[in-house]
């Protein structure tokens, strides 16, 4: 597997940590947790989208752009990291942000990610929920283009097969972590939105042949429909990577049984895997992505579902950011 034909900025503080959880194991009695610590990447106090910007943004300066162009959620993570790329390359960046809760909160309208983009100096429009948002960005770029700029559009969350590869280097990364320290890691869990992770984690284990069995905890899609975009995008990128063979579909594992009232929209194992890890490692989650995909782990290790020996990693994607948007959430009033 050659990744290192493909160009890239490093932007990452990598390789990021993996430390044990062990007063979480204890309260949670067993399994063996672990926790990489991906909100530890830098960029904008770091997360997830560090590494797929890494290979994006190379792309952006091969192609000479002077402007990029993204879109998410409000609160979105991916938006706020990509104004700080920009800002190092010395790019202008255009977010589109898609009310996806409709939430009326000031802190989730401006605070949290909405005021670091301010602060990156990206430029940011706003569009209801439910646009195209694909269709918004390239209507954008034909108008900067027509404006004398060369704009690239980077898709939501950074998900395309080179975005992916950051993930396929993740798997690599913690492969080699867990050989240098001679651990066996049974597990890894992480939280899924637009794919992208999963798809170049997915890719990473089966090109290294690894037997970690990986696990999405969805954030915004049904089971059926995670997946299937989990193993369409891990095949693409597998085939940009020239693998030979191809991706297994049976790799590909989600349980979204944890997004409860929508992508964005607080739920109480959310709000208890939040309060928990705070209070026992002394961790930040998110609202949208890792305290989702923690409340799923919890509640997969209450039933019964790993034994007390096994090793699970879960991989922490950042987005502590975003708390300072949902501060109702936990029991705070915003004014
Ligand atoms: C974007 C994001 C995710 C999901 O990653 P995808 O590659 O979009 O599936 C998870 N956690 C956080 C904090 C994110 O910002």
Redesign the pocket.
Known sequence: MDIARFPRIRFGHLPTPLEPMENLSRVLGGPRLWIKRDDCTGLSTG???TRKLEFLMAEAVAQKADVVITQGATQS??ARQTAAAAVRLGMRCHILLEDRTGSTDPSYTDNGNVLLDHLHGATVERRAGGSDMQAEMQVLATKLAEAGHRPYVIPG?G?NPLGALGYVNAALELVNQSTERGLHIDHLV?????????AGLVVGLQALNSPIRLLGVG?RAPRERQEAMVHDLGCRAWDLLGLRGQLSREAVAANCDYVGDGYGVPTPGMVEAVTLLARTEGLLL?P???GK?MAGLIDMIRKGRFTKNENVVFLH???SVALFGYPGAFGHATH
């Open positions: 997360g997830n989208k993570n991916h969350g998900s992480h939280a899924t939105g637009s794919a992208g992770t999963q954030v998110d949208v992505y890792s995909g994607t950042g987005g």
